[in-house]
């Protein structure tokens, strides 16, 4: 896979335990499972409006902007995130940190995203705002992965990531490769907890 299409996929590296017969040992080996990143689009003029403007800019979906740019969101954006507006302030701060080049910056939104990300859906993503979130996690994977950043995310996050990339792949012929790399890193996971 050539570097252009790899800023398009989440790599989560899988540990492969593998038996030597003839040695009688096991060696570790690490194989890259390729998430394929499934785009958002907006689901309804509001949230249309939102992503346009981001977009054009070439900038991920800030909130604390969004509320400055469209003020008749306001009420209803600050009604859904007022709990974490503190978290949402150090976002915007990275973002417009990032985008002046400071790769730690991105590096830091990409998990205040993934930390945020769990307080989803609220009225505001779901009926104005879209589907926000996807969208900056996506953003700020293809942004790491095009300044050859290395990075990994939380299981959660992945967990969601393959499940994304599944639907998008429904009725396509499976890939059997990505299917057993999947259960191995799933396996993982489990004997990880205990």
């Known amino acids: 896979m050539n570097q252009e299409d790899r800023i398009n996929f989440y790599v989560e590296p899988v540990e492969i335990e593998i038996y030597l017969k003839k040695a009688g040992k096991i060696r570790t080996i690490i194989k890259d499972l390729f998430i394929e990143l499934i785009d958002v689009a907006p689901h309804n003029q509001h949230s249309e409006k939102i992503f346009s403007h981001f977009q054009e800019l070439g900038e991920p979906i800030d909130i604390m902007e969004a509320m400055n740019v469209f003020p008749e969101f306001m009420p209803i954006i600050f009604d859904s995130y007022y709990?974490?507006?503190?978290?949402?302030?150090?976002?915007?701060?990275?973002?417009?940190?990032?985008?002046?080049?400071?790769?730690?910056?991105?590096?830091?939104?990409?998990?205040?995203?993934?930390?945020?990300?769990?307080?989803?859906?609220?009225?505001?993503?779901?009926?104005?705002?879209?589907?926000?979130?996807?969208?900056?996690?996506?953003?700020?994977?293809?942004?790491?992965?095009?300044?050859?950043?290395?990075?990994?995310?939380?299981?959660?996050?992945?967990?969601?990531?393959?499940?994304?990339?599944?639907?998008?792949?429904?009725?396509?012929?499976?890939?059997?490769?990505?299917?057993?790399?999947?259960?191995?890193?799933?396996?993982?996971?489990?004997?990880?907890?205990?």
């Open 83 to 194: 709990q974490h507006t503190a978290l949402y302030e150090k976002l915007s701060m990275h973002f417009k940190e990032g985008v002046s080049g400071s790769i730690d910056s991105w590096r830091l939104a990409i998990y205040f995203t993934e930390l945020l990300m769990k307080y989803e859906p609220t009225i505001a993503s779901s009926d104005y705002i879209g589907d926000f979130q996807t969208y900056n996690l996506n953003y700020l994977i293809r942004k790491l992965n095009s300044l050859g950043q290395e990075y990994l995310l939380e299981d959660s996050t992945v967990e969601y990531l393959i499940k994304r990339r599944n639907m998008a792949h429904e009725g396509k012929p499976r890939d059997r490769e990505f299917d057993k790399l999947v259960e191995l890193w799933r396996y993982n996971i489990k004997e990880k907890e205990f």
